[in-house]
């Protein structure tokens, strides 16, 4: 075992990675894509917000029509996915998007933004496997772990840039600024992936069996692997718990702030930032920290943390404490999601990448729906303060599970690598 570590290369820097041309390509696509994403959707909420003076709740329903197709079609696009070409695959979604981007130019109606937001969502379900495959096939084994940091970290800056972003540009140019700037960043991540050489190996016979029963063959295929392998469906339990109190919890920090701490915008504005500079610099950070422990340990740690950081979220109610804890969670969370992305990509066989990660996409997604729709409901059953409260106990508990599940697994993992000796 020894040994082994010490013929394993060193893991690669953030830097490094951004050395390998074809992921500074993808990297940058996405940089751009994902800024655009953030302003079509805060360009939608300024518009039904005060244009239109749309209630809180019609605002939710459009975050929620466009997490649907994800928690329900994302695990099928896997499969068809791991058939085709994925380079393909991304500038066709990226042209489409941009195309659906551009009609809510324009809307007139509620349900008319519903059914495009559904519409790119579905179409994304296909873009999200599909570049999950393309960064494991560009970045080494050795450099997955600072790659997905890098991706988080454009995610998670351009959430908290794009709201200002947004505000500017529909205060300047007006809100159809926010939908020509979103499409033109999807044309930009079209020509960006057209210069990357992608080489990926199609199974033959997946490739040209299209039967009913093939896919739904491929897909239990994929399920079969996630629900074998303990340190895979340990992480994607860890991020589903985690992206679960990250949606739960981000509505309810307003009424936290003025009920609990008795605060106000102020105060609130700073509180709910910190959650983002924490994911940054726990993004920025983990690589670092993770060296010479496994994957699914460091999200293990990221849920103790996260356990942590809500319970005195809980327990205290002070402004400072709570700032605090938001940036504890955001820290932890970005323990828990690099890590077990990382693993994912490492310990899934190739030829069914795009079935595994769109199966992670989906629990990501559907984790943010249930957060959404239960947060406000149990918030006025039992109150917002045990719900912080109850959220930490099932935090704790899912941790000590997660402790003893990874500690049964060990023997196992011990037998295998023997064997492989």
């Known amino acids: 075992m020894s040994a082994t570590a010490s013929s394993s290369p060193a893991p690669l820097s953030l830097p490094d990675v951004l050395k390998i041309s074809g992921f500074k390509r993808l990297w940058l696509a996405q940089l751009v894509s994902i800024l655009g994403d953030f302003l079509a959707v805060f360009g939608v909420i300024n518009l039904i917000t005060f244009k239109w003076h749309g209630t809180p709740l019609q605002v939710t329903n459009v975050m929620i029509a466009f997490m649907i197709p994800m928690a329900i079609v ?38 008319q933004i519903f059914v495009l937001f559904f519409l790119v969502s579905t179409v994304s379900s296909f873009f999200g496997p599909a570049q999950s495959v393309t960064l494991r096939t560009l970045v080494p084994m050795n450099g997955l772990m600072s790659a997905n940091a890098l991706m988080s970290q454009a995610f998670y800056t351009m959430r908290i840039l794009a709201p200002a972003a947004a505000g500017l540009l529909v205060y300047w140019l007006g809100y159809n600024s926010c939908f020509y700037l979103d499409t033109a960043s999807f044309v930009f991540s079209a020509a960006m992936l057209s210069t990357i050489a992608i080489v990926r190996v199609v199974n033959a016979k997946g490739a040209t069996e299209k039967t009913v029963g093939s896919l739904i063959k491929d897909y ?7 629900l074998t392998h303990p340190a895979i469906s340990f992480v994607m339990i860890a991020m589903m718990t985690a992206m679960f109190v990250l949606s739960c919890f981000s509505p309810l920090i307003s009424v936290y702030v003025r009920d609990q701490l008795h605060a106000g915008t ?7 930032a910190m959650i983002g500079v924490g994911l940054i610099v726990g993004t920025q950070m983990v690589n670092a920290v993770a060296k010479g422990f496994s994957k699914k340990h460091v999200a293990l740690s990221g849920l103790v943390g996260l356990s942590f950081a809500t319970l005195v979220l809980a327990l205290f109610q002070t402004a400072w404490l709570a700032g605090l804890s938001m940036f504890g969670i955001g820290f932890a969370i970005a323990f828990i999601i690099v890590p077990a992305q990382t693993l994912m990509q490492q310990e899934t066989p190739h030829d069914m990448l795009g079935r595994v990660s769109s199966s992670f996409m989906a629990v990501f997604s559907l984790s943010q729906l249930l957060g959404l729709l239960l947060s406000g409901a149990l918030a006025n059953s039992i109150g917002v303060r045990h719900l912080f409260m109850s959220s930490a106990v099932l935090l704790i508990v899912l941790s000590a599970m997660g402790y003893l599940w990874l500690r049964e697994d060990k023997p196992r993992e011990q037998k295998a690598m023997a064997a492989a000796g």
């Open 74 to 111: 994302g695990p099928l696009a896997g499969v068809f996915v791991d058939r085709w070409n994925v380079k393909r695959t991304m500038i066709v979604s990226d042209l489409i998007r941009a195309v659906l981007i551009l009609g809510l130019v324009w809307v007139t109606r509620l349900e």
């Open 220 to 226: 239990t295929a994929g399920s079969r692997f996630i």
């Open 266 to 272: 102020r105060s609130f504005g700073i509180i709910s």
